[in-house]
T-cell receptor, first 115, second 117 residues
Framework: DGGITQSPKYLFRKEGQNVTLSCEQNLNHDAMYWYRQDPGQGLRLIYYSQIVNDFQKGDIAEGYSVSREKKESFPLTVTSAQKNPTAFYLC??????????????FGAGTRLSVL | AQSVTQLDSHVSVSEGTPVLLRCNYSSSYSPSLFWYVQHPNKGLQLLLK??????LVKGINGFEAEFKKSETSFHLTKPSAHMSDAAEYFCVVSGGISSGSARQLTFGSGTQLTVLP
């Protein structure tokens, strides 16, 4: 079964702690994305990566970090610098496709809460 | 620059009645438009997409949307609502911006659809 797997489904963070959210895809997609979703808002882009060993900041990158060492994996670390991390985090992937026409496929999400 | 506005944050319909979820967009380029659905605590699933072919787009689960350039709209419709349609729906616009750029998607704030028995 091809798809995007996010883990864990639920995560709790203590004050001052860094936590890492996992995202793995077996769709052979080049591009991967991390979004944050807050209640009543659309998705906001945190980071994206078009190719292995390369990534760019999105609209709300502060307090987050990523790596892209393998095509299949794009983990997101929520650092202690992120003062309001409670949210639903969604990972997505896509083929580059025709410019601006790419369909993004989403994982099931990780809900992060602060203890 | 591009933006998308979903005109209703909540829509309630009775089962078996039509569904209309409204979306207006703005884009400096010829846009691609998408509708995604999200069930509680789940990821987003693509319902349908418009990419400059036919203006009436048919998607999964009986949904369709019509691209109207003169009105800059891309409203989502379904003739007869089912209880399983209850979810949050997102209208998304994508414009072909600079070469190689992958971050073109702009999401609306979502419309929560409630289906009453």
């Amino acid at each position: 079964d091809g798809g995007i797997t996010q883990s864990p489904k639920y995560l709790f963070r203590k004050e001052g702690q860094n936590v890492t959210l996992s995202c793995e895809q077996n769709l052979n997609h080049d591009a991967m994305y991390w979004y944050r979703q807050d209640p009543g808002q659309g998705l906001r882009l945190i980071y994206y990566s078009q190719i292995v060993n390369d990534f760019q900041k999105g609209d709300i990158a502060e307090g987050y970090s990523v790596s892209r060492e393998k095509k299949e994996s794009f983990p997101l670390t929520v650092t202690s610098a992120q003062k309001n991390p409670t949210a639903f985090y969604l990972c997505a992937s896509s083929t580059p496709g025709q410019l601006g026409r790419n369909i993004q496929y989403f994982g099931a999400g990780t809900r992060l809460s602060v203890l | 620059a591009q933006s998308v506005t979903q005109l209703d944050s909540h829509v309630s319909v009775s089962e078996g009645t039509p569904v209309l979820l409204r979306c207006n967009y703005s884009s400096s380029y010829s846009p691609s438009l998408f509708w995604y659905v999200q069930h509680p605590n789940k990821g987003l699933q693509l319902l349908l997409k418009y990419t400059s072919a036919a203006t009436l787009v048919k998607g999964i689960n009986g949904f369709e949307a019509e691209f109207k350039k003169s009105e800059t709209s891309f409203h989502l419709t379904k003739p007869s609502a089912h209880m399983s349609d209850a979810a949050e729906y997102f209208c998304v616009v994508s414009g072909g911006i600079s070469s190689g750029s992958a971050r073109q998607l702009t999401f609306g704030s979502g419309t929560q659809l409630t289906v009453l028995p």
